[in-house]
């Protein structure tokens, strides 16, 4: 076999050993001088670097089969040109992309120079590089995303409440987890003429950045209103639905439970705009505290019912959202009211009803579990013993 052929059995078996992943032979054939001219990014220069890279590219893309169009030497230089089939079905590639399953056909140009029956420099052209390059532009504008996340968490994170009303015989105890960045769930206190205090708790559609800017929106209205007009629930809720109305997506809605605490008669008066209902632990049971009412921001002249309730000591209410009882274990079953119906009458008699409960999902759900939606919790009990 002459020289010529050899090199391009060298290139062949190179460019093999590289769809295999096989690094012992890459390492046989480099020259320990390697220089691979065309880096992607994060890449090392030199033989290890590149070494490296080929199993990078393997823990993230199978390889199909490659073929050799045309070869031809030029003194000690390899000049190929090949077609390759990958599938990016295994991992992260470059370690930001997730798998997409897709199947790629790369064409590509490549020169090698030989050297002592070892390949020393590497050049490539290749249609990957519109590829690259899309990949690149998908990175910055993931970071600016990412950026603009953190901007629009830090301001739903200064619109919730900071401080808990801290009132004489009584435990408030709130809990916030977004299932993404940011999210549609909140929770708000006002305060009141006569010592009272409103409390509310609420759920706009979806998920993200516009149901964060949904529920900033919401809470500012509600605030605005209840501590202007020190109103009842249902004609706070009344006012607020004809302000949504007007200020939202048509196609996006908020439920919201309010509801007036007046501390020193344990007197709850609320009323409800289609949130889940809260419950009352009550003489070893879980009472829920019905009021019919439609979502805030779906139609024009809506009513609300008022509902009452005197909450004597050692009683609690526990105010949430959606996110917990459609929380789902491996298997697919949902948390479920049912469940926490009978948690809430089971942990009632506690003082952490809360972390209780919090403690019952995470052993439902499992390690692993990914969060499916905003979760929210709100307790207020009633000291059992009051100074």
Not at 128 to 136: D, G, I, M, R, Y
Not at 232 to 257: K, Q, Y
Not at 342 to 349: D, H, N, P, R, S
Request: contains cysteine; aromatic residues 8%; negative net charge.
């Amino acid at each position: 076999m002459s020289v010529e052929e050899e090199n391009k059995a060298l290139v062949r078996r190179f460019v093999e050993a590289q769809n295999k992943g096989d690094l012992e032979t890459l390492d046989e054939v480099l020259a320990p001088d390697f220089v691979d001219h065309n880096l992607l990014p994060g890449q090392a220069p030199g033989r290890e670097g590149f070494m490296q890279g080929v199993a990078e590219d393997h823990a993230a893309m199978s390889y199909g089969r490659t073929t050799f169009e045309y070869q031809t030497t030029d003194g000690d230089m390899v000049i190929s040109r090949i077609t390759q089939h990958t599938i990016h079905d295994r991992g992260a590639y470059l370690g930001t992309i997730a798998p997409t399953g897709q199947e790629r056909e790369t064409m590509a140009m490549l020169m090698h120079r030989i050297s002592r029956g070892k390949i020393v420099e590497e050049w490539s052209a290749n249609s990957a590089a519109s590829f690259l390059e899309q990949l690149e532009q998908e990175i910055r504008e993931r970071e600016r995303i990412e950026q603009d996340l953190r901007v629009a968490r830090r301001i739903q994170q200064a619109s919730l409440p900071r401080e808990v009303p801290q009132l004489e015989g009584w435990q408030i105890s709130p809990y916030y987890q977004p299932a993404r960045e940011v999210g549609g769930d909140f929770y708000e206190y006002f305060d009141l003429d006569d010592g009272r205090v409103g409390i509310a708790v609420g759920d706009a559609t979806g998920k993200g950045v516009p149901a964060a800017f949904v529920m900033s929106a919401t809470c500012a209205l509600l605030g605005g209103v209840a501590t202007a007009s020190g109103s009842s629930p249902g004609d706070v809720l009344a006012r607020v639905n004809e302000a949504v109305l007007a200020r939202i997506p048509p196609n996006m809605f908020v439920t919201c439970f309010y509801a007036i605490l007046e501390p020193e008669s344990g007197t709850l008066s609320y009323a409800n705009a289609g949130h889940d209902l809260p419950y009352l632990h009550r003489n070893g049971e879980a009472e829920e505290l019905r009021a019919r009412g439609m979502p805030l921001g779906l139609m024009p002249g809506m009513g609300y019912e008022e509902k009452q309730t005197i909450l004597e000591a050692g009683e609690e209410a526990l105010f949430y959202s959606d996110g917990l009882v459609e929380a789902h274990d491996p298997e697919g079953e949902m948390f479920g009211f049912p469940r926490l119906q009978a948690l809430v009458a089971k942990y009632g008699e506690e003082r952490s009803l809360g972390e209780a409960l919090l403690e019952e999902l995470y052993s439902f759900v499992g390690e692993g579990w990914e969060q499916e939606d905003d979760i929210t919790l709100l307790t207020l009990r009633r000291s059992a013993s009051r100074s």
